[in-house]
């Protein structure tokens, strides 16, 4: 029972917090969490009778709770997807499907689907993938800034 109680409260106490961030605030230093209370929250007011939500506070708090892992679903898939639609783009758009293709982007009209390309930075891409052969780069020596990732 002790178990159960704490769970109920961390539930609560953690989906009430979270939405706040970016909601208007409320006051929740009446929220005791103890007894029968009405606590507000962003979501309408959440009932507690005897300690315990009610069903209609409950299937809020679940609401609240889909809510915020939509909202985390879609912040960390972006840039999954992101990176994937512009492997796509890159092969589509310059026929850089073959191993060893790289494209380069100098222009801004070129690096308008790089999500955070700035101006001033060539960006020479590939998307390759070590499963068919190895990759050598012969490059001069010298400073340079970048990195090689492969995707397989």
Do not use: C
């Amino acid at each position: 029972m002790r178990i159960l109680q704490y769970t109920i409260r961390t539930l609560l106490l953690s989906s009430l917090t979270a939405p706040l961030l970016a909601a208007p605030s409320f006051d929740l230093s009446t929220a005791t969490l103890q007894g029968t209370q009405t606590i507000k929250s962003s979501h309408g007011n959440l009932e507690l009778v005897h300690n315990y939500p009610t069903d209609e506070t409950s299937a809020k708090l679940f609401d609240m709770m889909d809510t915020q892992r939509a909202a985390q679903v879609y912040m960390w898939s972006q840039p999954l997807v992101s990176y994937a639609a512009w492997k796509t783009a890159h092969t589509t758009a310059y026929d850089a499907d073959k191993f060893g293709d790289f494209v380069v982007f100098d222009s801004l009209k070129e690096k308008r689907g790089i999500v955070t390309a700035n101006l001033t930075t060539p960006y020479i891409i590939s998307f390759l993938s070590l499963e068919k052969a190895p990759l050598l780069i012969d490059y001069p020596a010298g400073a340079i800034a970048g990195g090689v990732g492969e995707d397989g």
